[in-house]
């Protein structure tokens, strides 16, 4: 059955909290040029939410700006409200290939607009190479523009996070969600998945309804309904019970009230070490460790382990929108310097991937109901427990 909903129903439409999220105007931003970048006559473009979307995808293009300069990285932002707006992100698209050293896109997160963007691109240059990263459009419309597609193997996290929980110690899994997330077919599947899951292992399925951050009671009264809505959870199934939430902005107070009540979080929705943990946990995270993945995961271990919770949360080691954005420029650059063979080359895309997390990622190819997908690959990384 697993296989069967899998093969049916995977539409990658990881956009999950966005739309909670505040709004900027996006803009072209640069930094001082390197050395690096004046010996190279090309330019590599990316674009990202911004930072109030997800700062994570914003840090790490600017990361990737302030190791290769100006002279090399274009980086633009597609609006924060991307779905009302997406002109503006096709817009954006277009500005980037129109620049004739521009030879290679990186695009995290492709959010609906961005094949047509795409497309649009490929009108006035057919010689780019494109990147598109976390799709928010079915495969068979993201797939055929873009060179590459990399996105997390959600429908298969439906069996691995129950079984992560179950490591944890967890007899019931609490899945939060509300009728529009579960209105994607992705998020549906996967929540049918950790449903059948659960009766597999053992475990008690509990589908818990929460308010739409994009509701009336918007984003603020979402997190007031987690943060007294945990307790409560706890309370009626004891301690030993996992909990997992579909919207980015619930992350913080779920984390919070799971630690202060000994329960067990397998994973943020969007795994990453700093999605929810520094802000649940009051980290301080010096300026010149904001990118430094172990620092951050040894610190969030301490902090849960004075507070009692060692052994019951977990995460994946790396934020996986920054691996696709600075793995996907740094294999994009090997692309234009012609050190690839063509523009879709697995093992060093895998190994771009691979240098930056510093582990061993697996990724298979897309297979969409009996369709393969040569250039649209599924990404996992195995857990780190704190």
């Not at 409200?81 to 995290?108: G, R």
């Amino acid at each position: 059955m697993v296989k069967r909903v899998i093969s049916l129903l995977l539409v990658l439409v990881l956009v999950l909290g966005l739309a909670a999220c505040g709004g900027s105007t996006p803009a072209p931003t640069t930094a001082a040029p390197t050395t690096a970048a004046a010996a190279d006559d090309f330019k590599i473009g990316i674009l990202t939410g911004t930072v109030s979307q997800n700062e994570e995808e914003y840090r790490a293009a600017q990361n990737v700006l302030a190791k290769y300069g100006e002279g090399m990285i274009v980086h633009m932002t597609y609006p924060d409200k991307f779905m009302d707006e997406q002109e503006t992100t096709i817009s954006n698209i277009v500005s980037l290939a129109s620049d004739p050293k521009v030879k290679a896109l990186v695009i995290v997160q492709a959010v609906p607009g961005v094949a047509a963007g795409i497309a649009r691109a490929r009108e006035i240059r057919d010689d780019l190479l494109i990147i598109a990263g976390v799709p928010g459009e079915d495969p068979s419309v993201i797939a055929p523009v873009a060179d590459i597609v990399v996105a997390i193997d959600e429908l298969s996290t439906g069996v691995t996070i129950i079984e992560q929980a179950v490591a944890l110690g967890a007899k019931t899994f609490v899945h939060y969600s509300f009728p529009r997330h579960m209105s994607y077919a992705l998020l549906a599947a996967r929540r049918d998945i950790f449903k059948e899951t659960c009766e597999l292992l053992g475990v008690e399925f509990v589908d818990a309804t929460a308010p739409d951050p994009t509701g009336d009671s918007g984003l603020t009264g979402a997190q007031q309904f987690i943060l007294e809505d945990v307790p409560r959870k706890i309370a009626e199934y004891g301690v030993d019970t996992a909990f997992f939430a579909t919207n980015c902005g619930m992350q913080v107070p779920l984390i919070t009230q799971v630690v202060a009540g000994g329960a067990i979080y397998p994973i943020p929705c969007c795994p990453s070490p700093t999605h929810g943990f520094p802000s649940a946990l009051g980290l301080s995270i010096p300026d010149d460790k904001k990118g430094d993945m172990p620092y951050i995961i040894q610190l969030t271990k301490d902090a849960i382990a004075a507070k009692g919770g060692t052994g019951r949360l977990s995460n994946w080691p790396v934020p996986i929108s920054m691996m696709f954005t600075e793995g996907g420029a740094a294999y994009a650059i090997e692309w234009a310097k012609g050190n690839t063979s063509g523009k879709v080359d697995l093992d060093q895309l895998k190994a771009a991937f691979e240098d930056y997390t510093g582990t061993a990622i697996s990724m298979t190819e897309l297979n969409d109901g009996g369709k393969i997908y040569d250039n649209y690959f599924m990404i996992m990384l195995d857990f780190v427990t704190y």
